[in-house]
T-cell receptor, first 111, second 114 residues
């Protein structure tokens, strides 16, 4: 079974721009979660989607948003990028329950 | 205070040593406790998880949870150079909605020296 895939793997943007990241979950998994990983804060939960509905949200500003499509693929968007948004963005899919399977991440650099 | 605290290390041990990794937490609502391994430039990989208190063993890995002390541990026996990675503890509560978000420690970087 193919694992979680994320595109693109690397991205460089400048302050003020917006960015869209994509995640394809493991086949059959309906839950997709997004996390931000930085050296100082570690992994922090952004939001979770299940059957196209946002089920839970972390403490991030409204510039961070996401959506999920009927095939369970998910996208997250960050508008008006700031330098502090530079991070590894990880997507995780779950069949239900607590087990989450992570993709390789998208490394975003904001200049 | 962060909900999950983890010593960032780094931790260096000789091959064959027993490794002990630990996390403490403050939220008594946490019921599920997980350990992930993350190699450089990769996403975290789930090693094992336990529900509530107790021990769980999987090969060279043993996870322990002490809810009374809000303390969890991961032991690695006969450590190998291939175990060199960052180890992350993670925890989750039980949501009525079924929502599923994990609270992570900052990770401990482990190096096993041949």
């Amino acid at each position: 079974k193919a694992g979680v895939t994320q595109t693109p793997r690397y991205l460089i943007k400048t302050r003020g721009q917006q960015v869209t990241l994509s995640c394809s979950p493991i086949s059959g998994h309906r839950s997709v979660s997004w996390y931000q990983q930085t050296p100082g804060q570690g992994l922090q939960f952004l939001f979770e989607y299940f059957s196209e509905t946002q089920r839970n949200k972390g403490n991030f500003p409204g510039r961070f948003s996401g959506r999920q499509f009927s095939n369970s693929r998910s996208e997250m968007n960050v508008s008006t990028l700031e330098l502090g948004d530079s991070a590894l963005y990880l997507c995780a899919s779950s069949p239900g329950g607590v087990e989450q399977f992570f993709g390789p991440g998208t490394r975003l650099t904001v200049l | 205070q962060k909900e999950v605290e983890q010593d960032p290390g780094p931790l260096s041990v000789p091959e064959g040593a027993i490794v002990s990794l630990n996390c403490t937490y403050s939220n008594s609502a946490f019921q599920y406790f997980m350990w992930y391994r993350q190699y450089s430039r990769k996403g975290p990989e789930l090693l094992m998880y336990t529900y509530s208190s107790g021990n769980k063993e999987d090969g060279r890995f043993t996870a322990q949870v002490d809810k009374s002390s809000k303390y969890i541990s991961l032991f690695i026996r006969d450590s190998q150079p291939s175990d060199s990675a960052t180890y992350l503890c993670a925890m989750s509560g039980v949501h009525q909605t079924g929502a599923n978000n994990l609270f992570f420690g900052t990770g401990t970087r482990l190096t096993v020296i041949p």
